[in-house]
């Protein structure tokens, strides 16, 4: 069967990571048809929208799709809005999912093995900010319906993992949105025997992550509070160069790296294309096809095992050393 994949590179070394993504998937065999879509900073500018209609259409045909990056601006600037942000609410991709595994680099810690899920679609990011110049407001908004969806996912992933989920959130502050949140998902968790639910604050989650990571295997929390906790877990295990993620919906889901645009780092063949090609093992667990996305993790660890690290894991290998060295293993 044929999987009709989206790819939307993006901005910045979304352009120089996302061929080897490409590359890894078709290494494994003749079976994807793979269409290209426009979307990001420089689209903006020379179009004037950062993710044109034709993108989002042809999304819709797609089964899946493989993101980049974009670089946003962080001020205000008049028509852009972050497109990814955008995508996740055109195609309710209510659940961001981040693996993070230990890797055989020296940055990395052992025995880590957890899987963030993120709520993806409200929280701080409905964006519903006002200000008079003195005083600014932000709306955090949660519902019954978003948390009780999240919550399944998280649990329908521990059940395959080692059944034990941490719900993260900070209720003792915020007890109607973080309340709701958390007990939302107990309720959904108590449809799923077996599992071990336990809660724990934001604020002693961030320290726990240093503290002891190896603790952890699902952990569900809202979305500005995932963004941050699942940045902080990267780094635990070799950074962003390293970082895969999904957003996944009932009818889409994109895969994307963790990481932004790079601009500091682009056009010198130094950036790290592992965390896109592990989002291409994403990609394929997604379509059921959870063998071939062992063997696309698997080569990824015999590259690293194998000592060929780009700089950002102390090494000095390009990006296209690292993408050679993965298809090379793929064979
Ligand atoms: P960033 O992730 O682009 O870069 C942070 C640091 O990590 C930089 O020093 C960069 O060189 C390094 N880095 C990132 N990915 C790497 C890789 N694959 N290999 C080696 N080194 C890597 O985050 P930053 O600098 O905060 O943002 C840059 C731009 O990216 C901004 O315009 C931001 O809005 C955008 N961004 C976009 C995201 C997305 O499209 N999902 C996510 C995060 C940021
Ligand atoms: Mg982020």
């Not at 799709?65 to 670089?71: D, E, K, Q, R």
């Not at 109607?176 to 958390?182: A, K, S």
Request: charged share 25%.
């Amino acid at each position: 069967m044929t999987h009709r994949i989206a790819v939307l590179k993006g901005d910045g070394i979304g352009r120089e990571v996302v061929p080897w993504a490409v590359a890894t998937l078709q290494a494994l065999g003749p079976r994807w048809e793979f269409v290209e879509g426009e979307i990001g900073w420089d689209c903006f500018q020379r179009t004037g929208t950062a993710l044109p209609d034709e993108t989002v259409a042809l999304l819709g045909t797609c089964e899946a799709a493989l993101f980049g990056a974009v670089s946003s601006p962080s001020r205000r600037v008049p028509g852009y809005r972050s497109p990814i942000v955008a995508l996740r609410r055109e195609f309710n991709l209510y659940a961001n999912v981040r693996p993070v595994m230990s890797a055989p680099v020296p940055s990395s810690r052992r025995d880590v093995d957890m899987l963030i899920v993120r709520e993806n679609t409200e929280g701080l990011y409905v964006q519903r900010e006002r200000s008079d110049g003195q005083t600014a407001v932000a709306e955090r908004v949660i519902t019954r319906a978003a948390s009780e969806r999240i919550g399944r996912l998280a649990c329908q992933q521990a059940l395959r993992r080692r059944r034990h989920l941490t719900i993260v959130h900070k209720a003792n502050i915020l007890p109607e949105t973080c309340g709701l949140f958390r007990d939302a998902v107990r309720r959904v968790a108590a449809e799923y025997p077996g599992l071990t639910i336990e809660e724990v604050l934001v604020d002693t989650m961030a320290l726990r992550l240093i503290r002891d990571p190896e603790h952890f295997d699902v952990v569900v929390t809202t979305n500005l509070f995932g963004d941050i906790l699942s940045d902080e877990a990267a780094m635990l295990v070799g950074g962003l160069g390293l970082a895969p993620a999904g957003n996944i919906g009932d009818t889409l889901a994109i895969f994307e790296p963790v990481h932004g645009s790079a601009p500091d780092i682009v056009g010198r063949n130094i950036a790290n294309p592992l965390a896109a090609i592990l989002s291409a093992a994403m990609l394929l667990d997604y379509l059921g096809e959870t063998q071939d996305g062992d063997r696309v993790r698997a080569a990824v660890t015999a590259t690293l095992r194998e000592g060929l690290l780009a700089p950002d894991l102390g090494g000095q290998a390009t990006t296209t050393a690292v993408g050679e060295a993965v298809l090379r293993h793929l064979h």
